[in-house]
């Protein structure tokens, strides 16, 4: 992988507590982006069900509980899921603003997490890639980068569908979620080269749902239980029991995405 992408490798430990997981990939995304302000963050992976909606959601409320005031943006127009892991609806959001049916103060929600706020998806559009390339998207985020001290979207995955390379470029940084166990090594590979070639500022990759005792990321244990960090900020982590800290975990049926 690309030398951008290892400046933050956070991975998980099932035994880890989530909050201390998450807390580690705060600190490290703010060093990770130590020269440049971050405001609004994607988070996508290379293709489904690797962890972008458990990480946007815990990550923001790790944030929030930083006393930052956060802004969980529903960027997935295709398969939303993070309104059901908030309690909160996706059928008032992000499209009813960018059609001018709604002003963002209408449409955004507070979560039982004090100062982390939601946008959900709204109805969900024909033409997703479009809608979150317009004109009114950027508007939108001007508006919230304004509003909000710090802002994540959630993404659908990005090697199959155009809408995180489309709005990767216009956003502050991305974080890339891998999945142990399920993240093809060629599709991770193809998801960086799509993020560099759209010119994302890439924060670096999440690793999700690993074993850290596994003889393969022993090195990263070892890192973690010494406290010897290297300077590209390498920290273990885990989101292992990443839903349960929002309540529900996402573990419903989803539709198949198209
Ligand atoms: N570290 C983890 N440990 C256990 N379960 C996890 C972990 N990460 C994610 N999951 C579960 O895996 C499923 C997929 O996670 P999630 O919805 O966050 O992935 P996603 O990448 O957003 O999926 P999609 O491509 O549909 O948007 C969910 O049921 C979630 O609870
Ligand atoms: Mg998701």
């Not at 216009?170 to 759209?198: I, S």
């Amino acid at each position: 992988m690309a030398s951008q992408a290892d400046q933050l490798v956070v991975h998980t430990r099932p035994s880890t507590p989530m909050a201390e997981a998450f807390r580690t990939l705060r600190t490290n995304i703010q060093f990770a982006s130590v020269d440049r302000p971050l405001r609004v963050m994607l988070v996508t992976s290379s293709g489904p069900d690797e962890g972008k909606s458990t990480v946007s959601a815990n990550l923001s409320a790790a944030l929030a509980q930083a006393g930052q005031r956060v802004l969980l943006i529903n960027g997935d127009l295709r398969r939303p899921s993070l309104h059901r892991v908030l309690g909160c609806t996706d059928r008032i959001g992000l499209t009813n603003v960018l059609l001018g049916q709604a002003s963002i103060t209408e449409a955004v929600q507070e979560t039982s997490v004090p100062n982390l706020y939601f946008l959900g998806s709204g109805p969900l559009p024909p033409n997703p890639a479009e809608v979150l390339g317009s004109q009114s998207m950027d508007q939108l985020l001007a508006q919230v980068k304004a509003a909000y001290d710090m802002v994540v979207v959630d993404m659908p995955p990005v090697v199959a569908l155009a809408d995180a390379a489309i709005l990767a470029p216009r956003v502050d940084g991305v974080l890339l979620v891998v999945r142990a166990g399920r993240t093809n090594k060629e599709a991770a590979r193809q998801a960086v080269a799509m993020l560099q070639r759209v010119r994302a500022h890439l924060l670096g990759v999440v690793l999700n749902d690993i074993d850290l005792k596994s003889s393969r990321y022993g090195y990263y244990y070892y890192y973690y239980y010494t406290e010897e960090r290297s300077g590209a900020q390498q920290a273990a982590a885990t989101t292992e029991t990443a839903g349960e800290e929002i309540k529900s975990r996402t573990r419903h049926k989803k539709e198949e995405r198209p």
